[in-house]
């Protein structure tokens, strides 16, 4: 990613209108169809931004769906996974042992008692936000044999719904991360406020990226702040613009959920 000074495109708009609202994916025709149409806002974005979408990291977000669902996934080619529920991610881990090359991200809030499990079959920790579950997956992967990528989980909105450091807390977080070694920072989440005002949405992200930008100068060595996992169906075209190297995409991929996000969330959250 460049570093030149960011000049925000003008104009985009949250999509959370769509919420609720994306056709179920029932065949692996329909993903493909589904893909296509979220590669094309991708690229819209990423033109946009003068940016190559080839920077740009899809992670569909496959919690609540079932295991038949995700398969057919497989088949359009998906092989990334995000869950928000270890046991359940788990779970399907376990189910689809047989596709070695799919490849799972746990994008949610992380009980100390369920590291164990991520420790088990996680390629990724995106909501890495304090010392004791940093603790606990270290000493899990040493037993296991193995390392983790982690993404450090930024409240740039400042709701009290949501889980992340705030960003006044995250250089001394950063500063302690050299002791985990099992643990391979790659860079920052966030979840920007669910809003139809998009110069709210787009205030988070710019706080993550510049965040990004000072942890860059102050980081320990090897512990590397450079990707920025931000965005999600409703609001990931504003997140490309303002420099998301990972978007979290589920509905515009999978199709509507049948229950609201609270009550996939432990808090109130809003995500994908």
Known sequence: MSDAPHQSPTGTQPRHERHGLYPKAESSADFQRHLAAVHARIAAACGRAGRDPATVRLLPVSKTMDEASLRQAYA?????????????????????????????????????????????????????????????????????????????????????????????????????????????????????VFSSEAAHVRECFISLRNLRDRLRQTAPAGICVDELSMGMSGDFEIAIEEGSTVVRVGQAIFGARHLPDSHYWPTANASD
């Open 76 to 192: 359009a080619g998906l092989r990334w996974f995000g869950e928000n529920k270890v046991q359940e991610a788990h779970e399907k881990w376990e189910a689809m042992a047989d596709l070695t090359d799919l490849r799972w991200s746990v994008i949610g809030h992380l009980q100390t008692n369920k590291a164990k499990l991520v420790a088990q079959f996680a390629n990724e920790f995106q909501a890495l936000a304090n010392l004791r579950a940093a603790a606990a997956l270290d000493r899990r992967l040493q037993t296991e044999g193995r390392a983790l990528d982690v993404f450090v989980q930024i409240n740039t909105s400042g709701e009290t719904s949501k889980y992340g450091l705030h960003p006044d807390e995250a250089a001394g977080f950063v500063r302690e991360l050299p002791a985990f070694t099992s643990l391979r920072v790659r860079g920052l989440m966030t979840l920007a």
